[in-house]
């Protein structure tokens, strides 16, 4: 069984019912303004009454959300999650006499269910005379009775985890600020793997219960909090000087660091990411910055963070969120909170801190984060989306390779068929922070708030049936737009079109699968088929044909046939370079007419046989596209 699979799935899962919290606690603070002064009290009950009822319809929401996460959005599943709940409540109501509820667990607990019983129903095939039960209509009539058998289990079980339950929050609650440290490093640490948001579900909504004045019960420090509870807010508190705070500071240093010849481009991008995370709490566009190059960086962040959590705990302050710790949440919870302005002097402690420490390790260790060198990650294109995500789906191995593919906030959670045919230099190369092998072909690529958008991009590739044809880097050096090359009739595409390459050696390889099908004489260009017809040019240097001396030497002659990444031609660097026009060497499909569109990778440096630099999907044939009439 594939438990770290599930586990990332589970974990993204568990993100979609909190997107309904937010709206409860703009309501909660609305419906606390003095309404009365202008004699709208009831008004103010009102609203007030809106966002508590949210809170308390949470385990539903846990239920019905947990369904949909796991089933890819399956509608039927999500119905049979909230059928299921209801009756589990009342079934549980029934048995104990009691109002002993789950709470959140209970929703998480019949959220799995629906979604097992989808997974294991859905094409289900009955006769045709009672076929309209089958497949995913099947899924609610299991449902009931997979929700009367474990409410069964549950009134037997329901006393010792009602007992249980109690002895492990009371013994969390117990260690103080100890429990918060440790809650604040375990936090921090699991962020790269993505189940970070299972721990903080455990912790928010099951640690810890706070009976209402109406009577009804609270369970977890986040729904405590918004109940009024004085003691919940010490897993929540802590945790706002790192993101409204530390966090950017963690993005000046990275400024403060870069080239002066990059700093415009990463100052664009990480003031970007710094407000960001000040306002919504969201930090791995920063954090990965730094967590691939500087590990141990990371792990000195992370201990820092369980500081910050101790130290809210012993000024016994007090504070939460609907969504994350970022300004936003702060100021709208603020009134619910206590001493909660005492957090502010310590995120600017914090910030100070985090900012020397940050720019003094980045120059002492040399650490290449963004900026530092040419083709650093985490660039600004957003507009290249649709295009570059087709060079992602090749470098992630190809259509055949994706198991599953779905984004959180800042990356894409793959499983793949053989995590080893990825690429992940051209990964990095098409912007991605970072890469996160979990095993089992599990993984997670990092590329920020982009992360869903390129998803969406890969389903629509996914999708079509198209013929796409990649190329690899020819050489190693700097891609550039074929509109650059410094010769008229390259420029303007009249011999085809493609890319070009600044070469930094004098080694030529190819760039695709096929046929050598021409040889120039003096051996600075040749041409390809390959085998989808594409006939492709690669010409070394601006003016080469007629240098001193032999400059080429060709290690394949006509008829060869050629794979990708295998050497072509090794020429003589410094000759080619004092003598020819331009070292710009183009990589053309000369029989443009056959390309249906083209994706370019960014232009920056590259190494010979990089994958992903281009690719462009073929027009269908004649006897592929069929017929309309």
């Given amino acids: 069984m594939n438990w770290m699979g599930n586990l990332q799935q589970l974990g993204r899962s568990l993100m979609l019912p909190t997107i309904a919290l937010p709206i409860a606690a703009v309501l909660l603070c609305l419906g606390d303004l003095p309404w009365d002064a202008i004699h709208a009290s009831s008004f103010g009950e009102m609203l007030s ?5 949210i809170f308390d319809y949470i385990p539903i929401i846990f239920a019905v959300g947990v369904a949909l996460g796991l089933t890819e959005s399956a509608g039927i599943a999500g119905l049979s999650a909230m059928l299921g709940y209801f009756m589990f409540t009342r079934l549980i109501e029934h048995g104990l006499g009691t109002q002993f509820q789950l709470g959140v667990s209970g929703g998480i607990l019949i959220g799995l269910l629906a979604a097992i019983i989808y997974h294991r129903c859905k ?3 009955l006769p045709e005379y009672i076929q309209f039960f089958g497949g995913p209509r099947m899924v609610p009539l299991v449902m009931g009775l997979a929700t009367l058998i474990v409410s069964y289990i549950m009134i037997w079980l329901g006393p010792y985890l009602e007992t249980l339950m109690g002895k492990i929050s009371s013994g969390l609650l117990g260690l103080g600020g100890f429990g918060a440290f440790i809650y604040g490093i375990a936090h921090r640490l699991l962020v790269p793997s993505g189940l970070h ?3 903080n579900n455990f912790f928010w909504f099951q640690v810890g219960a706070y ?3 109406s009577g009804q019960y609270a369970y977890g420090d986040l729904p405590r909090f918004f109940a009024g509870d004085p003691s919940a807010g010490m897993y929540m508190a802590g945790l706002y000087p790192i993101m409204m705070f530390a966090l950017p500071a963690i993005a000046f240093a990275i400024i403060g660091e870069a080239r002066e010849d990059l700093k415009p481009k990463i100052k664009a991008t990480f003031l970007t990411a710094a407000l960001a995370s000040f306002l919504t709490g969201v930090t791995e566009p920063i954090e990965f910055a730094f967590l691939f190059v500087a590990p141990y960086l990371f792990v000195i962040h992370a201990i820092l963070s369980g500081v910050a959590m101790w130290i809210a705990y012993e000024l016994n302050i007090h504070h939460g969120f609907s969504y994350s710790a970022g300004a936003i949440d702060y100021i709208i919870n603020l009134h619910l909170s206590h001493n909660g302005l005492l957090l502010i002097p310590i995120g600017l402690v914090y910030g100070l801190l985090y900012y020397f420490l940050f720019r003094w390790a980045i120059q002492k260790f040399r650490i290449p984060t963004p900026g530092r060198e040419e083709g650093s990650s985490l660039e600004e294109w957003a507009g290249d989306i649709p295009y570059r995500s087709p060079l992602i789906l090749q470098a992630l191995g190809g259509k055949d390779n994706i198991k599953k593919i779905e984004a959180c906030i800042t990356r894409l959670r ?8 990825m690429d992940i230099t051209a990964l990095r190369h098409l912007g991605a922070a970072g890469v996160i092998r979990l095993g089992g072909g599990n993984v997670q690529v990092v590329f920020g ?4 958008l390129i998803r969406e991009e890969i389903m629509k590739v996914l999708r079509k049936d198209i013929h796409v044809v990649l190329f690899t880097s020819p050489m190693q050096g700097r891609m550039i737009p074929i509109e650059e090359v410094p010769d008229r009739i390259f420029a303007s595409r009249l011999v085809g079109n493609g890319v070009a390459f600044i070469p930094e050696k ?6 695709v699968a096929g046929t050598i099908m021409h040889i120039y004489p003096t051996m600075h260009a040749l041409g390809i088929l390959t085998d989808e017809g594409l006939e492709v040019l690669l010409h070394i240097g601006i003016d080469t044909s007629s240098l001193p001396g032999k400059c080429f030497n060709a290690l394949v002659k006509e008829g060869d046939r050629v794979e990708a990444g295998q050497l072509l031609v090794k020429f003589n660097y410094n000759k080619v370079k004092k003598f020819a026009s331009s070292l710009a060497t183009p990589m053309i499909i000369t029989n443009p007419d056959i390309v249906k569109s083209w994706s370019f990778a960014p232009f920056k440096p590259v190494k010979k046989g990089q994958g992903s630099v281009m690719s462009v999907v073929l027009k269908p044939t004649k006897s592929e596209g069929g017929t309309n009439g």
């Fill in 211 to 213: 009976e209402t004045p």
């Fill in 123 to 125: 094409e289900i095939k």
């Fill in 506 to 511: 004098g080694e030529l390889v190819s760039p």
């Fill in 49 to 53: 009454l809106a966002g508590n009822t």
């Fill in 414 to 421: 793959l499983t793949l068929v053989n995590d080893r045919l």
């Fill in 449 to 452: 708030t982009f992360s869903e």
């Fill in 197 to 199: 948001h299972i721990l």
